[in-house]
């Protein structure tokens, strides 16, 4: 058998333990790998753990639980109603607040338009109310009763409510086409002729007519279109007359009004 060659081992050699360190190498770098992927499912877990627990606690614990509730905007609704009507819902986190029951609970009150809800953390529920404003009263076999711009009753009353105008549709009724053609007209008139208003009657959509107090002057107003330009016109003539003086001012067609004796 022939002599080893010592160069060949020596290079065996190293190329034997140059092999033993990659392989090492590569167990290390395998451990690393799977050593960051148990660390970042780890991580996950925590946070998924954690973010549970924070939403357990916002919805179930009983330090947001809802105690408060607060009316804002009323006037001729009574608050302390309000309040009783939502009051089941006290006790409740305010994430399993039932904003569907508050609402069919306020939508008894018929003074109430509209509403929104605020939940104020930690124990708070802000109810915004807006209540239906009057427009005018009508009068009935009981007396009058106050009415909004959607014929909806506010209140009633035996005398007639001053500082209101008396809408008088006939037997249309609050919720006929005259009705809404005196409210449309009602609600065009700048303030300064609103308050002077003693009464508006109409029998269809186009016969509108407005009775001023003091000295009885009328307005002829016809439909309820071109009511603002009707509104401006109406305004420019009042400052031509005397208010004592009986006149009938009539914008139906405003662009060639009339003034003549009441």
Known sequence: ???????????????????????????????????????AWLSAAITAVVLVG????????PLL????????GTTRVDAAAVRNAVGDQVGKPLALVDFARVKAELSRFPLIRSFVTETVPPDTLVIRVTERAPVGSVAT???????????????????????????DVGTTGAKGAAFQAAVAVLLALPPSVLGKVDSVTAQTTDDVTLT????????????AENSQLKARVLVALMKTQSPTSAVKYDVSAPTNPVVGPA
Request: glycine share 6%; charged share 30%.
């Open 141 to 167: 076999a009981s007396g009058f009763s106050v009415v909004d711009p959607a014929g909806v009753e506010i209140e009633k009353s035996a005398d007639r409510p001053p500082s209101l105008p008396l809408i």
């Open 212 to 223: 001023l107090t003091g000295a009885g002057q009328t307005v002829v107003w016809g439909s």
């Open 1 to 39: 058998m022939p002599p080893a060659d010592p160069v060949a081992e020596r290079e065996l050699k190293k190329a034997a333990r140059a092999r033993r360190r990659y392989e090492r190498g590569e167990v290390r770098r395998f451990t690393r790998r799977s050593r960051r992927r148990r660390v």
């Open 65 to 72: 639980a809802l105690r408060t509730v607060t009316v804002v």
């Open 54 to 61: 924070l939403v357990t606690v916002a919805v179930y614990s």
